[in-house]
T-cell receptor, first 114, second 114 residues
Framework: AQKVTQAQTEISVVEKEDVTLDCVYE???????LFWYKQPPSGELVFLIR??????QNEISGRYSWNFQKSTSSFNFTITASQVVDSAVYFC???????????FGKGTSLLVTP | EPEVTQTPSHQVTQMGQEVILRCVPI?????FYWYRQILGQKVEFLVS????????KSEIFDDQFSVERPDGSNFTLKIRSTKLEDSAMYFC????????????FGQGTRLTVV
């Protein structure tokens, strides 16, 4: 069975602080894919990043960075110098060769205040 | 940039009525999906559809649900006899070849059953 755990339900930070959103996953498959999606208050789901299980290189995109560690089954997401527009619910998700479905975590609600 | 579009954005229906939610996937994508998100909860997989047939479905997708690709562009989700607990945001998504390909989501249809 596959499982994604986002232990942080809500995080509140002040603008310009750095914040890390945790994601821990479980899967028996050796080939799998990890994703982060953002859900702003308007409700849509916006794709942020995909990582496959064979690529543990960390990735940086502007103020966003992702730390993938197979040894701890984690795929954490850091926002540097947070901004009010980063306020949203962030979902970590997992997919693998055993099916078509994306398995989502419960999400972390991030509130960035001025 | 290509996107998945869903109509309507919000639908209110009476318990026991049939509803059809509509989606136009990204044109060169081959796989289509429906997910739902009950208010404040995680995003849950309902069904995937490929080559005019269901490729995978969850236990949520029971006999009251059906999907169809009535023409070359639309993809629909029908709920035959709505219940109060069907109230949720329904997301359509599409992708190239899973699990590696990114699933891009529409903006969602908020279904309210009264």
């Amino acid at each position: 069975a596959q499982k994604v755990t986002q232990a942080q339900t809500e995080i509140s930070v002040v603008e310009k602080e750095d914040v890390t959103l945790d994601c821990v996953y479980e899967t028996r498959d050796t080939t799998y894919y990890l994703f982060w999606y953002k859900q702003p208050p308007s409700g849509e789901l916006v794709f942020l990043i995909r990582r496959n299980s064979f690529d543990e290189q960390n990735e940086i995109s502007g103020r966003y960075s992702w730390n993938f560690q197979k040894s701890t089954s984690s795929f954490n997401f850091t926002i540097t110098a947070s901004q009010v527009v980063d306020s949203a619910v962030y979902f970590c998700a997992l997919n693998s060769n055993s099916g078509y479905a994306l398995n989502f975590g419960k999400g972390t609600s991030l509130l960035v205040t001025p | 940039e290509p996107e998945v579009t869903q109509t309507p954005s919000h639908q209110v229906t009476q318990m026991g009525q049939e509803v059809i939610l509509r989606c136009v996937p990204i044109s060169n994508h081959l796989y289509f999906y429906w997910y739902r998100q009950i208010l404040g909860q995680k995003v849950e997989f309902l069904v995937s559809f490929y080559n005019n047939e269901i490729s995978e479905k969850s236990e949520i997708f029971d006999d009251q649900f059906s999907v169809e690709r009535p023409d070359g562009s639309n993809f629909t989700l029908k709920i035959r006899s709505t219940k109060l607990e069907d109230s949720a945001m329904y997301f359509c998504a599409s992708s190239e070849t899973p699990p590696a390909s990114v699933a891009f989501f529409g903006q969602g249809t908020r279904l309210t059953v009264v």
